[in-house]
Structures are given as C-alpha cells and as structure tokens.
C-alpha cells in the first residue's frame, strides 16, 4: 500500500496505477457470540452493503466482486455470489470465490488488482468472510456411502439389506481440524516448534501478545478502527467493536498451560489468535475511474508477491520469504517503509519471522541470498493490533491488513506501507 503522494506512483510501463478507495469489516467477534446463528454470507452480505453505504458507489458500475473463504458453507459454496445478491448488487456482475487458507482475501485483492491491470475490469470488490461458529461436520465416510447408496437402492429389500450393515462406529462425525492435510500437524504444534527452532522463550511470546492488545484497545478507544461498520444481527442487538480485545497481565497469562505441546510447548491460548467470526470488503479502481467518478484514493496497491514454502519445517515463515521479494519488485528497501502490517496467527510466528528476516545465516542457507533483509523496527510494526487481539477470521484478515496499513499511512504521514502473511500449506 502507497500513499498517494510521490510521482513515483505513476503508472510505470504503461500499466494502469490501482487504488483502494475504501475498505470496511464487520466488527470481528469471538466465535459462538453474537454471530453464532448466522450463515457465512450473512456477515459478507454485511460488510459489502457497509462498503456501499460508505462509498455511495452505485451497485450496477461494480465489473466484479471476488470474496475469500477458508471453510466453506457448503449451501453457498459460492459466498461471493449469495452475498453479492443479497447485498443488492446487480445480477449481471459476475462473482467468484477463492480460498488460500489465511491468504484467502489477499489473494481476492490481488485476483482483483490482476483483472483491472490486465483491462477486463475497472471496478473490482474484494473481501472475504468466515463463520467459525458454525462449519460443516460430516458423517464418517462409511456413512456417507451407505446413505449415497441407500438413496440409489430401488426396492424394500435392498434398502433393509443396506440399513442392516451400519455399524456404530459409522456414526463417529469427522471434524474440520486447522492442521496440514500433507503432514496431519495442527498450525498450533508448527508454531511450538518454530518457536523453539528460534530459540523464542514463552516470556518473549506473552509479552508480544499483551503488546498487541494493549495496542489494540489503545486505538479501539481512540477511535482508530474506522474500517468497522456496525452490524445490526438479526434479533439481537447492533455490533459495533471487536470483542477479542482483553489486555491481561503477564502473571494471568503465565498460569495458561501449553494448548498444542504438553507439557513444555510455549503456545498457549493468550499467544495465539482466537476463532473468529467476521467480513471485509475494499473497493479497488483503476486511479483513472476512481479520480472520472470524484473518489480520493486511500492507497495505491503498488505490488505483491506469493510464495511457498516446505510445510513441515517452514509452514509460517512465509514473511520473511516474501518480504525481500517484494521489495526488490518495487524498489524500495526496508527503510523506505513506514508501515508493517503482518498478520498474527501466533505470538511465536512473528517472533520467529523477526529472527530469520533479522539473519544472514537464515537468509545463506535457506533462502539463497547474500545477507539478511533485516527485521521490521517494532515502533513501525502492527501498531493498531493484529490478529492476536482484533482477531482472525481466515477469509476475512488479509483486507484488514491492507486497509489498516492505508489508514496507517494516512495518520502517521507515511509513504510505504508492506503487508505479509503466512498460510496453511506454507504459503
């Protein structure tokens, strides 16, 4: 993200410049609140009508709407579409669905950024939305054939025939689990031992995660999080903040036990991000249309990279793969930035991200280059909170982190914002 300030902005190469015009979100709740009765299209539904509300942009000038989602409500496997309907926009604006596990919204953006680049679009929203109150749990696979089968079975006889062979254990349900399907490892034990790969005490660990509340209630009190839009829930009352913010103290968050390694891991659920319900939506432009149509843009989006890596040993170092790439794409250095943005899955996860971009030795034997990038300087860094305190909701984080780091820049005066996030698959 860039603020719109420098003539180094301009369109290089021909390529149109594109701009955030606006961004907003749900207010991010824990999971089992006060979403739990709502279906995942019904909180993006809410974040796209607090987009329009905001912009005043007519629904019928949107070329495209593309939403992010990890766990999908299988009623609306496209939730893009299903919310774009119920939010009133036109029938005619195609809409698609895409998932990268906690990327998923970065990935709508920059699918978005690529389609009005590339000409097809100069309107294009993006955002994303979980529901983690209520996901799919399904019938053991035993289950679910015999009931397939059961369904095809023409005569009285057969269907006995089927009913007979259940078994008591076909009834056990398989639940969705946050763990890598290509090494069966939960997020929560790869964070434990990167952790203790970077030698990263869980003192270190308590102490950044109180810092990221006590930042966050900071600029919740402050009036800081502009981009959350109340939220009437049907029969129950209006949301109008995030309720994950509870600055501790480090003696309560000493007493938690390891959640993930026991009894000598160092994650625990103080230093961890939470389960959470919540949407986010930006309206992207080309910088032609936003300027024809009177929008000030917020934020140029300058340029972005993707990478993967080894999801056993490297699954949330995905930051500091990315990071020096990007840099180098845009031409800047880690001193041109003023603004960091990094989403928090784990207090252990930044820290560790911080140690290896702060590494030559990480940087020589893993990564194939000549020295370090250098770590973010913590006084530039998720100054607003991050995930650990506002809170994650898969779909929806990547959108947050591009709007906070614009109205960051805004507020701070800066020029450069750069945004990373580490993924599921290690990406």
Wanted: charged share 20%; proline share 5%.
């Amino acid at each position: 993200a860039v603020q719109p300030k420098s003539k180094k902005t301009l369109a290089k190469n021909g390529v149109k410049n594109i701009v955030v015009v606006e961004g907003v979100r749900t207010p991010f709740l824990q999971s089992g609140t006060s979403y739990a009765d709502l279906m995942p299209h019904d909180l993006a539904r809410a974040a796209l009508q607090g987009l329009l509300n905001r912009t005043s942009v007519p629904q019928d000038v949107v070329d495209y709407i593309v939403y992010g989602t990890v766990i999908q409500e299988v009623k609306t496997s496209n939730v893009a579409r299903e919310a774009a309907l119920g939010a009133g926009f036109s029938d005619k604006t195609p809409a698609h669905t895409v998932t990268m596990a906690c990327i998923s919204s970065n990935q709508a953006m920059t699918t978005g950024v690529g389609m009005i680049a590339a000409g097809q679009c100069d309107i294009v929203v993006a955002g994303g939305v979980e529901l983690m109150s209520d996901v799919p749990i399904r019938h053991s696979r035993k289950m679910r054939k015999t009931m397939l089968t059961l369904s095809r079975a023409k005569t009285l006889g057969q269907k006995l025939s089927l009913i007979s062979k259940i078994r008591p254990d076909y009834f056990a349900p398989e639940l969705p689990a946050v763990a890598e399907f290509s090494t069966s490892e939960t997020m929560g034990h790869s964070a434990d031992r990167l952790a203790a790969a970077f030698a990263i005490s869980r003192l270190e660990q308590d102490e950044y995660a109180l810092r990221s509340h006590t930042l966050a209630k900071k600029a919740q009190d402050g009036g800081l999080l502009v981009d959350v839009v109340p939220f009437k829930v049907p029969g129950k009352d209006t949301v109008t903040k995030d309720n994950g913010i509870r600055p501790s103290s480090m003696e309560q968050m000493g007493k938690l036990k390891p959640a993930f390694v026991k009894p000598y891991g160092t994650v625990t659920a103080a230093n961890s991000s939470f389960l959470t319900d919540g949407a986010s939506a930006v309206l992207l432009m080309s910088e032609e249309k936003a300027l024809a149509m009177g929008y000030k843009p917020k934020a140029y989006l300058r340029d972005f990279v993707y990478v993967s890596q080894d999801p056993k040993d490297q699954l949330l170092l995905g930051p500091t793969y990315a990071t020096p790439k990007v840099l180098e794409k845009a031409g800047l250095t880690m001193a041109d930035i003023d603004v960091f943005e990094f989403h928090e899955a784990f207090a252990g996860q930044i820290l560790a991200n911080m140690k290896a971009m702060d590494s030559d030795w990480f940087a020589q034997n893993y990564m194939g280059r000549k020295s370090k990038v250098g770590a973010p300087p913590l006084e530039k860094f998720n100054n607003w909170g991050g995930s650990l305190s506002l809170g994650h909701p898969f779909g929806a984080t990547g959108c947050r982190l591009v709007i906070t780091a614009a109205h960051r820049l805004k507020k701070e005066g800066g020029q450069y914002g750069l945004v990373a996030a580490c993924a599921a698959g290690g990406q």
